[in-house]
Each structure stands twice: as C-alpha cells, then as structure tokens.
C-alpha cells in the first residue's frame, strides 16, 4: 500500500526567502528613497564656512570632523581630520557648540535586520536542530505530544489483499464478512445489524496477525491506519490519552477505514489496583481512554477496529467483552497444506528448479510459522547465489530447514577424533531407538556438522502425515528416542558426557506433561496439576498443587524417563553390532540421508575392529 505522509511545510525555505526580498530591497531600493544626510566637504570649506559663522554645532572623533550648518532645518557636512592647533579657539570664539559624535544614520531596515531578525532567527535554528536530533534519539518534540503517530495508507488496490495471504483459510473467510460490511453497509444496516466495532486476532509471532489486517484493507478498498500499543506509552501523563483521542478523530474523518493496533496488549493489559499510585498510572489512563472511544464511536459509520495480540489472556476483560472486541479470530500456525501454501506464494519471487517438491519441504517444516517458510526461501536463494546458481535446488531448501532449526554449520568448530566418534555414536543412538520402537517419525537426516546453535550434530525425523493426537505410547517411544544419545554412549564408551542436556530437557518436559496436564498417571488420573501460559509464546507452566503433591509429581517423572532410558539401553545393547556399522560410516561421511540410515539398518551386520571405537 502507498503510505500518505502528511505534507510538512518548510518554514526557513520560505523564511529564506524573505530575507532575501528584504536584503534587495534594502540595497537597490531604500537606498534612492533616503538619501544620504550628511555631505562630505573639504577641510577649506569646513574652515570657509567657520569665518563666516555659518556652523552651529561641531562634533570630532579620531576619523573626522562633523558638523551642522545655522540653516532653519540644519544640514550635516562632515569632513577630514588635519593638524590645526587652533581650531578649538577658533570654534569658540565663533561661539560653536561641542557634541557628542553624530553617528551617519542607516538604513532602519538594516537595523531591523541585524538587531532583531538574525538573532531570534538564529536561536530559533539552533532550537529547531536540537528538537530534531532529541526526536531522533527517542526525545520529546512538544508540537507531536498528543498527536497519534499512526501510519495511513491508502491505494489499497495496488496492496496487499487475501491472494498475498495463505495458510490462513479459517481467518480470511472469518473476515470476509468484515469486508462485505464495509464494501455495502447498507446492507446490513436495513436489516438492523451492525458489525463488531472490533475485531481481536490472537495467534504466535509470525503466522501474519498484521498481513491478514492489511489484507482486509486491501480487499476494502478503504484507508488502513497503523499504529503498534507501544507508540501510545508516553512519559507526560495524559499524552497517550491524547493519541487515542487523536487516533479515533483521524478515524472519523476518513471513515469508511480500518484502525489496526498491532501488539494491543501494551496498552490493553489487565487493570491492577497494587499498579502506580492508587493504580492510575499513564498506561492505565490510556486504556481508559481507549475503552471510552470504542464506546463513543458508531460501527454503522464504517471505522472498523481490528487488533493483533500474542497474549490474549493478559488483556482487559473490559477490552475483550462484547461491544468493543466483539469477534476473536485465532490465527494459529499454519498445517501441512497451509505450509505448502504459504511456501508456494513466496516461491513465486524466486527461480525454484523444476524438480523442487514443496510439499516435502512443508513436511519437514512442520511447526514453522508463515515467517519462518519465508525466512527458509530466501535462505535457500541465498544458498544457491553463494554456490554460483541460477536456481534454488532441493538441496538448498532442505539446508535452508536446518539453518532455521539448528543454524549456519561452523566451519571453525574442528572436534577432535574422540568428541567426533562419541557425537556419531551419540546421534546413530537416537535414529536408532526411534525405528526400533516404532510408531516414531521416520529419521529423514543425520549430521554430525557443528552448528552455530550450539548444537554438534543432530538427527532430523520427519513425520510422514500430519498429526494432532499423541497415544501414550508414542509419547514415551519419544522420550525413549531422546534418551537414546545418552544410552548410545554409555553402552559403548562406559562414560556420557554433557552432549545430552537438550535431549534431558526435552524428556524431562514430556514425561512432566504426561503427569501433570496430559492425565496419563494412574496416581493422579485426570487431574490437572500444571496450568499452561503464554500459550503462544512458547508456554510456561504454572503449578497448582501442593508441597506434597509436587514431591510425587517429581518422582513419577523421574520413574518415566528412567525407565524409557532403561528401555533405549537395551534396545542398543541387543542391536550393537548395528549401531558400531552405522556409527562408522556416519564419522566417515559425517553426514547420511534417511534412505541410507534405513539401508544400513536392514543390512546384515558387518562387525569388524575397525568399526568398533
């Protein structure tokens, strides 16, 4: 969308240019008008004039001589100083009067000039610079406080519209209505009905809350207006009141249009009493105001109000409560056919070989946001520019996967031989236990290349289908896989090292869950012992339950991933021969498909001493 930018009028170009009518008409004009008022003469006509008694009054500095004529309306003549001892006896007794030194008047507009307008000018300049460069490093500019810094755009026909958003099927078709409202109101406003004055979208970062709301512009056809919560947090209590306030103006008077407040819960969050002096603090006063103009307007009027938000559950129950945000869209993170989607909308601006399956890709993607695929194209033509290309491979797609899970592989992290050996093992350990258990997601790749993440290789498993339920037995054949890097290393080395702490943490949390919020502890049963927030912030556990009960929860966490360890161990243990074969040509190659992982796996066993650390 074309952004309108509010013309601003330069001041000092048109300050300039006064001055300069007025210097040109101070030299070529003024100067024919007055003309000069005091004559130069010679010394002899000063000395003339002075036997004749025709001088009055007489002044003298050390460059020359002033004086006025006995005229009835007396002249200025003024003249050289020479070297006459006897001229102040002569002027006395010629009865002349001594003054002060008569200063040769100027032009009154040069002393408007220089006494007056260049001054204030300049300090008006230098105030001007400063404001700009406090404004630019976050200062205050007392002309903007109270005005809303909202971006306006318009021409949204040549923008953003549904077509540029997908994955997000559920969402555009649940704000169609949004955009038929505002393309013919009338209808709706014959039969009585009016549109929700706001519209919430609540999703992850990244899944494109803010797109949907430029499309929904788009497909209007009607001005967008944009402001993130955070603009309105002022450090002069009432300014984030006055934003609001000026916000909702603008609104009306470029109604029909959409107010999009990204990341609302800034200035949305839950009222507290302990908060500030009484709990009336400027962020509070904002809200209130907020809550006053989403009262105050008319939806028939068509100013939709739509907003974005990562933590819903933190927001105003005034807020969210029917007749202000009437309708909550979730925006959740793309499945697998919206992942093939989005990825073959950002496709379209690169050269992708003809060979390049998409839909393979969105199945190793799984869980990326719409922002994440975007980020994996443009990765992966980058990868191919680097490796001298025309054309984005396959190659450089599934690359472009493992940068944004693992990371750029660091070419300046050398492992020794033995660190080497215990990672190959560590992650054949891993792919092994997940095909030995079954019901596990295929291993698609092993590496055993550092990554800038920290990580020093790792195995990637790929579900072939996509799938929203997990069976009890599934989630404890995952924790068996996550603990089959450290089984692998005991089993062989009779030592482990610090390379499984990710692999404890991921274990860790999901044997906690099976006890706490998935009821799969026969102690507990269907008890919900753990409260999930910050949902779509990656979620943070909240317990609920005693000192007691925690011990027990600890413990029967404990007791699931030891014995899924147990289980991973003997699995290894009985296949030894396999994991040696498999763990040697992945320290040769350093990296193995999941095609070659499996064909080693149904290969006979090839035991030799070279093969054994």
Known sequence: MKEIKSPQKNWMYYALIVMVVMMLLNIFVFPNIMQPKIQEVPYSAFLEMLEKHEISEVSRDNAQITFADKSPEPKLYKTGVMEDPGLVDRLTAAGVKFAAPIVEPTSPLMNLLFTWLLPIGFFVLI?????????????????????????????????????????????????????????????????????????????????GKTLLAKAVAGEAGVPFFSISGSEFVEMFVGMGAAKVRDLFKQAYEKAPCIVFIDEIDTIGKRRDSASGFGGNDEREQTLNQLLSEMDGFDGRKGVMILAATNRPEILDPALTRPGRFDRRIPVELPDLAG????????????????????????????????????????????????????????????????????????????????????????????????????????????????????????????????????????IENKIATFTGGRAAEALVFDSITTGAANDIEQATKLARAMVTRFGMAEEFGMVALDRETDQYLGGNLMGNCSGETQAKIDNLTVAIVKAQYDKAYQLLSDNQRKLHDIAHVLYEKETITGEEFMELMSAPALISEQSQP
Not at 138 to 163: D, H
Not at 461 to 470: A, K, Y
């Open 339 to 474: 992942r093939v989607a989005i990825l073959q909308v950002h496709a379209k601006k690169v050269k992708l070989d003809s060979r390049v399956d998409l839909t393979r890709i969105a199945r190793a993607a799984a869980g990326a946001s719409g922002a994440d695929l975007a980020n994996m194209i443009n990765e992966a033509a980058l990868r191919a520019v680097r490796s001298g290309r025309k054309t984005v491979m396959q190659e450089d797609l599934e690359e472009a996967i493992e940068v944004v899970i693992a990371g750029y592989q660091k070419k300046d992290r050398v492992l020794s031989d033995k660190e080497k050996k215990i990672v190959a093992y560590h992650e054949v350990g891993h792919a092994m236990v997940a095909a030995l258990v079954g019901g596990s997601a295929p291993v698609h790749k092993i590496t055993i290349i550092p990554r800038t993440s920290g990580a020093l290789g790792f195995t990637m498993q790929v579900d072939e289908e996509e799938r929203f339920l997990r069976t009890k037995d599934e």
């Open 127 to 207: 105030g001007r610079l400063l404001s700009r460069q406090m404004s630019k490093a976050g200062g205050l500019n007392a002309m903007q406080l109270g005005k809303s810094n909202a971006k306006i755009y318009i021409e949204p026909q040549t923008g953003i519209t549904f077509k540029d958003v997908a994955g997000q099927e559920e969402a555009k078709e649940a704000l169609q209505e949004v955009v038929d409202f505002l393309h013919n109101p009338q209808k709706y406003t014959e039969v009585g009905a009016v549109m929700p004055k706001g519209v919430l979208l609540v999703g992850p970062p990244g899944t």
